[in-house]
């Protein structure tokens, strides 16, 4: 007889999913101040790093016995849909292969680690999608909420605290990164992490004014877009830019909405330029790189990072291995652990085409037009629901994997994976 005390409700998970969110805003200043950016060199900063790890294990755990609780395991498994089906077997094929591949299986475990140890968030996100949509909608408010209280201590240490910026840039060995400006990027210490959950949280709060015209809607809007633009994240920028068109689209009968948020962006823009006397720099900046990266232009370091990923692929096309490609082969390979391809780090697509394959990089594709689609055609029947939001940021964080190794985002990416769980079942039931 099972105790209730013990109960792990839907409610028990959304509450443990904004600790664990909370700890990633926190921890890569933790490990920095205490460790610093090497890798670890004693057991002791083993565990020190492990602990978002640790804290993922944990939401496993409790999802399990949730599961157990809730529905029972054979009813669960029962339950996957096509697009379940497609992402797991994406999944198992990817590690399965690509550890093999690799022949390391330490390096794989590294690789494994990154970008697909993340993964079973999606299961969470199924879990949840049995409850009704207002539980995902008050976690959703509540990330967000965390997300802009971040990115507002973000602009007290950009304008009024700047050593503290260049503080952890030394501790992190390095430079400021700049481009005409400092790049913001307070708390996570990577301008384009940042900058993409900066994409996130501007577009829920976007979303959010479509649906009620309240002044703290656009408050949060204006502080999370000003931080999208001040990270010089071109990845997320461009996404962002994407999204925000598809949405006006999509509410276009909502003009009020549609013309606060232009003059809300417009503003924050010519505050920017003109507070940091740019003098358009920003926006010459935008469309130039942008226009060079689209036309391939020689020279530049990220055009040929993606022709060297490419011709690495081509040379080996059913892939090099788990953590044989991207950050891990950068961070922990060298000529001794055999072919790697060290440069696969700005193209998650590319990346994965040289870890394991045509087929790897098929798998995903595939199971990611199934759900698009899928949803696509839900949110253009019944555009009011949570159900739109998780299709926009499905399609911005895709977008970005484009020029930048975004599903690698770890922990943050956690995100992705629960609302692309929660969303596909919240699809398959509303259809039935």
Known sequence: METRWFQISSRTITRMLLGFYLLAWVFPTIRLLLIGAHASASWLELILSAIPDMAILLMYSATALAIHQQVGWRKFIASFNGIDKMFLVFVLFNVLWGAWRANDLVIAGYGFRLTYFATGFYLIGKLLAADSDTRIENFLKNFFLLTVIFASLSWLIYFFYPEVNARMTAIMGGQELAYFII??????????????????????FLYRAYHDLDAANFICFAIT????????????????????????????KNYKSNLAALLVMGLALFFIDWYLALGGKLFYWLLGSTFDTLSLRE???RVELWERSFAAFVANPMG???????HVALRFTD???????????DGWFLKIACETGIVGLILYLVAAAAYFFRAAKFVWNQRHTVVTFILIIFLQVNATAVVSNTLDYFPFITLFWLLVGFSAQRVYHYQS
């Open 335 to 345: 000529t001794t652990t055999g072919p790697v391809v060290i440069y696969a780090t």
């Open 320 to 326: 090099y291995g788990l953590g044989k490609a991207g």
């Open 225 to 252: 877009f000003s931080c999208l633009v001040m990270s010089v994240s071109r990845g997320p920028i461009l996404a962002y830019t994407i999204t925000f068109v598809m949405l006006a689209v999509l509410f276009h």
């Open 299 to 301: 020279g530049l370091s």
């Open 183 to 204: 790049r913001m990027s307070a708390f996570v210490w990577s301008p384009t992490v940042f900058g993409t959950l900066m994409a996130m949280a501007a577009t829920w």
